[in-house]
Structures are given as structure tokens and as C-alpha cells.
């Protein structure tokens, strides 16, 4: 192949390549979007928390897991646990287009009798591998299904999202070191850096930092990342695991309530249920 082909060539993949994250971004406006519609109809709340993760969930469910909605028990599917599960509306919204269930179902959220509840839940939502949302939980689980793969010599990945606040709580450090002892390379953890918890600012409440260095005494390999940037998540998930015989974590700094002014770092709407005002600037904005 010739200079000028290789060029035309590198031209071609990367035209290909931004096509890929310009439909990203669409997906992830689009979950933003019903998002917002399950809240308001659910008379729901922690909008502002779904919305922070939303990147890195469309990326995981379009682009990373290996995952079969019609056997969603494979014993060889990859395992995602999403800590934090007082985000799990997004969740629901991408398990929903990748076919686990009827997307008509969405409209039930937070209704009296449904099943999807506004808290992760693994009580026959297809996809759900956890119950979660109880503060400190997600990681251990997603430790013990790592060494079970290791132990069974499975190849299946194990990717669990906690959230900073998650980081004031023993049993996630007691995790942290034990898939550090483990040498659980099949683990990756992404830490939804959006700088709050439910009554404030982190470094106000439990200041982490330095944080990265603390994963890394923990025997992790650790990278920093945009949350938001595809480029930035796909060339970290692209070079999973980051070090042989160490587990891997993506701290991906994002902005509580991303992609609406009137949510973006504004801690209230951890709770609140969005009104008039703010459905006719989302609606815009989105």
C-alpha cells in the first residue's frame, strides 16, 4: 500500500470512527431525553444522578459488554453492576434498546405496582444483575463475580459503576483491596466522579483526593477521563486491562445533571421531581 493510500486509508477510519460517537451522543441525548419522560410521568426524582452516567452507560450497553437479551443468564455474558442504583432510569432506558424488554415498559416507572422501581433491583427486570443502591454494596458483589471467574477460568468481564459518595464507605475499600490481593484483571470499576453527594460537596463531606493514588496503593491501575468525551471513554475501555494481574479503574470526572442547565451541579435535584419550568428547558436544551 502506497503513502497516499494509507493516508486515504487513516482518512476513511477516521471519518468512520467520528460517525460512531456522533451517534453516541445522539443515543446519549435520546436517553437524556427519556430520562426526563420517566421522572415527570414516575413524579420520580434523582434526575441529576441518572443524567451524570449516561455516557458511560451508552457506551457500555452500544459498544463494550457482551451481553445476549435473549439468554440474559449466559454463563459466559459479561457481568455489569451499576452501583449507584438510585440511577438506574437511564439503565432502564439503554436495557430497553438493547432489546431486554418492550420499551413500552418505560412508561411504568415508578408507578404503584410496577416492577420498575426507582432503585436497582433484581426483581424480573431482565439485565438487572444486582440489587443495588444501598451505599457500599455494588463493588463487593461485583469482586465476588470476578474471583468466580477467575476461579472458574470463565473469560467474561466484570464492570461496575459506584459513585464518589460510594468512596465514604468501608466495605468499598475493603473490596478495593481485596480485588488488588486478587489480582482481578477482569474487574473495572468507574468511579462517576460527579463531585456530590446526596447533601453536598464531596471534598466538603469526605475529601478523596489524592484519589487516583489511593486506587493505585490499593494495587489498581488507574486512569482519569472525561465522563462525558466518547473518545476519552472508548480509548480507556479499548485498552482494558490496563496492567496485567491488576484490576482496572476508570475515574471519569461528569457533572451531576449533565446535558440541562438548570440540573448541571445542582444538588436539589438529587430529590427533586422536575416541574413546568424546568420540563420547557430540558425539552429545549435536549
Known sequence: MGVLD???????????????????????????????????????????????????????????????????????????????????SALYVMLAEKGFFPKELLEEYCKDGSKMIGIATRNGIPGIEATTGSMGHGLPIAVGMALAGKLQKKNYRV??????????????????????????????????????????????ILDLKPFADKWEAFKWSAKEIDGHNFEEIHSAFDSLPFKTNKPSVIIAHTVKGKGVSVFENRNEWHYKTPKEKEIEIANKEL
Open 159 to 204: 464492570v461496575v459503576i459506584i459513585s464518589d459518595g460510594e468512596c465514604d464507605e468501608g466495605s468499598t475499600w475493603e473490596a478495593i483491596l481485596q480485588a488488588g490481593n486478587y489480582k482481578l484483571d477482569n474487574l473495572t470499576v468507574i468511579v462517576d466522579y460527579n463531585k456530590w453527594q446526596s447533601f453536598g460537596k464531596v471534598e466538603d
Open 6 to 88: 494509507s493516508a486515504i486509508r487513516r482518512c476513511q477510519i477516521n471519518m468512520e470512527t467520528e460517525s460512531q460517537f456522533n451517534q453516541l451522543r445522539e443515543d446519549a441525548r435520546r436517553c437524556r431525553k427519556t430520562v426526563l419522560s420517566m421522572i415527570v410521568n414516575g413524579n420520580a426524582s434523582h434526575i441529576a444522578s441518572a443524567y451524570s452516567c449516561v455516557e458511560l452507560l451508552v457506551y457500555l450497553y452500544k459498544k463494550f459488554l457482551k451481553i445476549n437479551p435473549i439468554n440474559p443468564s449466559d454463563p459466559d455474558r459479561d457481568r455489569f453492576i451499576l452501583s449507584k442504583g438510585w440511577g438506574v
